[in-house]
């Protein structure tokens, strides 16, 4: 059983000013089984909460927990919080020099399960993976996003989610840049991922497309470092047709 619990979170980051608090009390909780669908505008703290909850050291956690099938989460390191069944899809993804995907895919199973991957199994699957995300399997040899377009570069995250595996699966903003082929490819291999046993997904987006393909279990208006408002997959469809507007609004009041 997979239980993602957040309660209370509160997250700041340093400026040039001081710290400045970005995250102002985030409460949700992903069960096994579950779609959580994050929206809201620019910089109201949906990637710090993905971030935060992977354990970027850029952000600083004041108050709160986090917890994963009940093991508090902040107190991992970065590695361990992965081996406990996190995995985060980064909005942009990093390029990785002289590392070939290949290497970098088993390094990491081998690291998550605490043991090498068989390899004729494990060339099948990598391959199985990149075949079903549209990459052609001489794709495992270049290095890490070097040279990636932006659709390979997210194609790439959602191989390695496959591959790999996890409990919870933290989706930042894995539609920006795609066209409309590679959303549904992307949106597929997400959908398989949803269709494993004891799996929960946190998605953050902008846009409603994606959620056209992914069908979330429950929307979360995020503004000003809050959920605002929580409700069904109709709250998406409200926000197309009425935007942030009155969210924003009762944050100025």
């Known amino acids: 059983m997979s239980k993602l619990v957040i309660t209370d979170l509160h997250v700041t980051v340093e400026t040039e ?12 909780t992903i069960n096994e089984g579950e779609t959580h669908a994050i929206m809201g505008p620019n910089g109201s703290g949906k990637s710090t909460l993905a971030y935060s909850i992977a354990g ?4 600083t956690i004041t108050s709160g927990s986090v917890t994963l099938d009940g093991q508090d989460v902040l107190a991992l390191s970065v590695d361990e919080r992965a081996r406990a ?3 985060l899809a980064m909005q942009y993804p ?6 070939s995907v290949s290497n970098f895919l088993r390094t990491a199973k081998t690291a998550i399960d605490g043991e090498a991957p068989k390899l004729r ?5 990598v391959n199985g993976a990149l075949e079903r995300l549209n990459l052609d ?5 270049r290095s890490v996003n070097e040279g990636f377009s932006g659709g390979e570069k997210k194609r790439h995250e959602i191989a390695q989610l496959e591959l790999l595996d996890p409990k919870v699966a933290v989706l930042d903003e894995t539609d920006s840049g795609l066209d409309i082929d590679a959303l549904k490819i992307v949106s597929d291999g997400v959908n398989r991922f949803r ?3 004891g799996k929960g997904v946190l998605l953050i987006t902008h846009y409603t497309r994606i959620l056209r393909y992914i069908e979330p279990d429950f929307v979360h208006v995020f503004v000003d470092g809050r959920v605002a408002e929580s409700g069904g997959k109709e709250l998406a469809d409200q926000l197309e047709a009425e935007g942030y507007d009155k ?6 009041a």
């Open 121 to 125: 199994t494990w060339v099948k699957d």
């Open 17 to 28: 000013d001081g710290p400045k608090e970005i995250l102002k009390g985030v409460t949700l």
């Open 85 to 87: 069944g996190l995995f």
């Open 137 to 141: 399997p001489s794709f495992g040899t």
């Open 94 to 99: 990093v390029e990785v020099p002289g590392v």
């Open 195 to 197: 269709q494993r046993e």
């Open 247 to 252: 969210y924003l609004k009762a944050v100025q």
């Open 56 to 59: 970027h050291p850029k952000y």
